[in-house]
């Protein structure tokens, strides 16, 4: 715990509590330990007068000096040269489109051009315009991958143990769905977002290659020159 004088108490999507305390930063508790999260980890300041979940996760803690964006990983600092008009907020709200708003009224993450432009196709809000775009394009790039291996995988099923395999691997395929979707739905509830999908990235990454380099290790029993180490004799 950061300090014996607490401030507030709130909770976030994870469901971590985030105590605040006076002049003394914030501490997350998991269940089973305190984190600190202070002006030495990159917060305004310690002197800490609220704090906001909003609705795409990120937590917002308003300081004597600006306000800190907290996205679970990195903090971000706003004052003054953020257009915030003063570095002391002292209030922060949300309304019902993701805006944030100071205690005056006043905008702190106003829509740019690209969200007004992405808002002709979905809903958007202000700030999530890059964001979106990226995530398309991670999608996009993940269903051709996918279109393009799937041919070459069933063929090599077809070639290697004809179309009984090929039921076979289908239905082996859905028994181990169903252990691996709460896996994810588990690991989604503990790790940071940008994390969790470097991580599963990864891990289909290493899978794709070994895949590929599987059947030189299975007939040679060593290092094969398709997967670029030179063979064995």
Known sequence: M???????????ERGYLWFITRFEGA???DGSRFQTLDALHGLASDNI?????????????????????????????????????????AGIAE????????????????????DHLLRVFAQVRA???????????????LLTAYYLIKPVREALILAGGGAEIKSYA???????????????SWLAGRLPRRRLIA????????????????????SRWG??????????T
Do not use: H
Request: glycine share 12%; hydrophobic share 40%.
């Open 2 to 12: 950061a300090g014996n004088s607490i401030w507030s108490i709130r909770e976030d």
């Open 27 to 29: 501490s997350r508790y």
């Open 49 to 89: 007068y609220s704090i906001l979940a909003d609705k795409r996760g990120n937590l917002w803690f308003d300081t004597d000096r600006g306000v800190s964006k907290y996205d679970g990983e990195c903090v971000r600092n706003l004052g003054v040269a953020e257009e915030l008009g003063s570095n002391s907020v």
């Open 95 to 114: 309304d019902s489109e993701g805006n944030l708003l100071s205690q005056e009224g006043q905008p702190m993450n106003s829509p740019s051009r690209l």
């Open 127 to 141: 700030g999530e315009g890059t964001d979106a775009l990226l995530l398309a394009l991670n999608v996009f790039l």
């Open 170 to 184: 289908a239905a082996g395929q859905g028994l181990l769905l169903l252990g691996a979707v709460p896996l994810y």
């Open 199 to 218: 991580s599963v990235t990864l891990f289909f990454a290493v899978c794709l290659g070994g895949s590929t380099c599987w059947p030189a290790w299975r």
């Open 223 to 232: 290092w094969s020159s398709t997967c670029g180490w030179g063979s064995s």
